[in-house]
């Protein structure tokens, strides 16, 4: 059961059918998992903003970042140029390069890409040493490649799963979350989907309902470790430019604030946000010097900023509804969030139905 | 009675003695309210991170911008430099530069700098046009200098007053807010103080209570004019350089959206960030090359975090409870906060105590 | 006499009829010159990117901050939307304020404007004050406005004039500078033209030649105070994006490095970049919620980074040439470049023809 | 020979003894040099800033990106956080996560480490592709470790070895070069040593001599592809804070710029700064939350952005005058710089001995 099973609703806007980022139109996501033995916790999450080749056909694209504490590849690139022309992949801090390696490889054996020399790959990270022998780098190559090979539309998985396997968040399980909204028909009727890894610390609120003020459940001594982070990844089919995408990345992180996220010294927080809008892809290669771009005005971006917001806030609560408890390394344990004891909360808050 | 009055708490923290910016040692505020004829609704607020001569020791500092669709000036400077040598001035949009001249005279004449020829001011703004007939411009030099001159310690008038006399905040009356947080001693027992000037819109909630959603008060089309925005002004004892004021200051951010607030595309949402610690001051002339300087380490800067988002969201709030009605040019009218129908709510949610 | 006037060539490119901005197509340039008594050496330079109203037709543009020791107004929402609304004024830093405050005049009493609330004034500097009494701040509304009237197209006057009066340059008299190139039309005919407010320092070099070095003129100790600065406006007819146009402007400051410029701590050193191209620009107010517009791919900017480099070590050079010899308050002296006593060492170095 | 056996002076500052960057003191190189049948010519350039464990004592830090088209890993959190935790590598393209991965287990697996996890690998390059076969991907772990391995201070080798093995240069063979400066004692007499990895393009100049006009050789299409860029690493035992090495590291492309460089659409330009000053080392963990610092103030860095200019000028001289003919991958070749065919031009423009 998801959180909107219980009856509760974040914000105001209309989720998409699967409430998920793959209700923006040709998205697909892929897990690898790991678990193996008592210590290997982690995994592999692809994301793939078209099924096409994407270094010959490039999206526009931005990266925020939240909080630079952190390992991601392929920041600069995107900045300079504004795409993006690898699936973005997500698993544990260590691994990022042999997750970039792969992409690599991914790219330069895809047809049409023989002559390819040069490749920005893209891979976000959280820290999952709690529960995963991180220091073995067990990610290989072959995972990175599972994950792209086996995603698709539909519904995502969620919690312990790809490079959620391992992750905590406020101090329960945390995991692979996803949502999204879109935005009235009159406003554009455009889709903003939103997939985080969470891996984060707080003062964990629930809808508004302060639950580790109420639960006595945060560390008085806010000593959080370089071990927290959360990767956000948003897809829109609104025609946004790379300067707009990046205003929208920038609302995720309003979004996490909500969840009582507070971006930690140690947490490596980013964002990336991407526009699928097929009038807008970007060719390799091109006989015009011209692009023919059609994008959405300064204007009109403010329900889409709404929407990042929304759909981020829901996306780390349901990765929070997904996670069951684990033990991992040196019989480390992460519980669950006591969902139970939370609903019990909220009806006393009375805020079902809202 | 402010909100603590009602017995909100906002997060979990202790708040310093006055509730205040002020309540950082040294920290002086001063207000122009300007109320003239039927369309005259706004004024001038100042900030003194210390009360010698700011220009001849200089404040570590930084800016960071939530949404730079606003006017705010000084900015290259202090991002290049790291520190600020002016008060801290707030008015309205369209009042900026005449603002920013008032702080150069101010500068120029003051004892010591009789031979100053480059001064940086810092004058952040929001639009009250909707109450105040704005293409006026009738912030004049006196003004600055009258809210430079009568600011003082102690409490701070918050509201209908300075640069918050003629804003709006979610649809109800605005203004200016404050709030402080004290952490525990263990963890430098340093105070985080904020000043706002609200003039923003979003979907409205208190302490995690979906305010518009429950009273039905928001803008279905989210058709956020150039109007928006919110100038916060952080400002802390505790020994940052400007570095991680900068990233004390994007904090700020999650307190903003605690309150529902989305930084539409009109809003130019800016937060300074200042630090008063006396042996980090920067001389304007020194017979030393070398600034001998105790910074805070990257490490030990959480809990500053977490105090600047909840004193951000803590002041924004004081803003809306102090703001009273008021009609301004054109018969326009904003209302204040429905506080008894707030607090009913409140009431039905059982959140009062926490 | 201008530079190619003595049969130096700088660069590879081709330069526009005149060799100045106003080569490209609609833009003019305004000065007012304000020499008065033994003190005032100073004034005011307009430049406009086209005859319309600006505010309604905006521009896409970029700023970029070479060092950020300076007062420029504007930054953060051309940083943040991408355009520019009102014309570029330069003038000396303690007038900035009441410049951009006679821009928003300016702006509001423009036919169509009527009901604009928010305006967002260009005005950079450099600091005249070595033969100039910067603290009287002399510049006036009417200074600016007169400057914004007088624009034309044409050729353009350089040296002390304008916002030029009273600067100097490494060492001897600097003032307002321009230039311009045109790209093969295989690459696109485009037109980049630069503008300039010299009053920087460093190690002068003529086209390679190390003048400074030769005439033993340059500062052993490198003691370059708070009074430096270089301002540059680059406007082009090529359409770029303003992604592309910061970019275009980070280029101009390696045009100012081959002059010898060495960005010291004191110099203020900012690009402005425009686009003027018809087809991508962008309205106030629009029914359509989509730009439509047409970008040069980033593969195909390199000749225009070329331009750019080049035009702006053209328009410093030419700065200097047309300076003139100046006293000013104090009886502070800047002599003008020796140029006999250059050409002479550039008829050793064989240079001429080049 | 390097370029100063011939008379030729770059700038007005003295060199180091070596006139190489490890004359400031701590610091050391090592390089990896591949060349393998007839396509592989590539390697791996190893820096350490200085010989301790860098991740236990981190050096303060800045990367200033010129433009970022390119691949370096690591940016953002030195970004955030202010300094670097790893040696520096330089490669190629295809081989930064194999090359940052090795930097992984370079820093687990020393002693004091064994309970990291957490690792900020720095790793630039420069696309090698013309001369290597880029696409096989030949650099291993042990290729980096050995570089890592066998770095010492001394000389240091230049041109066709370690990441320069198989670059190009304005149409040249490029490679590694490097350069030093010793400001003068009465400003502080600090050392800043430069090494650059040069493969990049534009309109070649030597000491301000227009080599490529001359010889007529460059581009008329300006169409570099993305094969370009420059890597620039500064390191300077001057106390600056990372603010100011950012400042420091922007001046290198200035130096760039003085070569001719254009850094083109396609030119992945990369600047990290660094200091040594011992008493600004930052400790992994430390009992106290306070650093004491001694940074140089602001107005003192002039004298060390001049070294950083002339340095990087003269290191990009150096790698062309030290690099030779190569043929690599389908018979591609590129000639060493036709030094006596130049030396000519040089004596011919007399600016022999200055």
Known sequence: IRLRGYGIEIGVLQTGPMNAITDVQGVKVGHTTLIQGDDIRTGVTAILPHSGNLFQEKVPAAIYIGNGFGKLAGY?????????????????????????DALITYTLMQPENENVRSVNPIVGETNDGYLNDIRKRVVTEKDVLNAIAQASDGPVEEGNCGAGTGTSCFGYKGGIGTSSRVIPEKLGGYTVGVLVQTNFGGIFKLNGIPVAKELDNYSRMLKYGSDGSCMIVIITDAPLDSRNLERLAKRAMLGLGRTGG?????????????????????????????????????????????????????????????????????????????????????????????
């Open 262 to 354: 507070i971006a930690s010294n140690g947490s490596g927080d980013y964002v990336i946000a991407i526009s699928t809008a097929e009038e807008n892809r970007i060719p390799y290669e091109s006989d015009s010097p011209i692009l023919y771009q059609n994008f959405l005005r300064n204007n009109n971006t403010t329900p889409l900023f709404l929407a990042a917001i929304e759909a981020t806030e829901e996306a780390i609560l349901n990765s929070l509804f997904a996670a069951e408890d684990m033990i991992g390394v040196d019989n480390h344990e992460r519980k669950a969030l006591p969902k139970e004891e939370i609903l019990e909360l909220i009806e006393n808050y009375r805020m079902l139905g809202h």
């Open 76 to 100: 600069t690139q995107v900045k300079e140029l504004g795409n993006i022309e690898t699936p973005i992949v997500l698993t544990n801090t260590l691994s990022v390069p042999r997750a970039a």
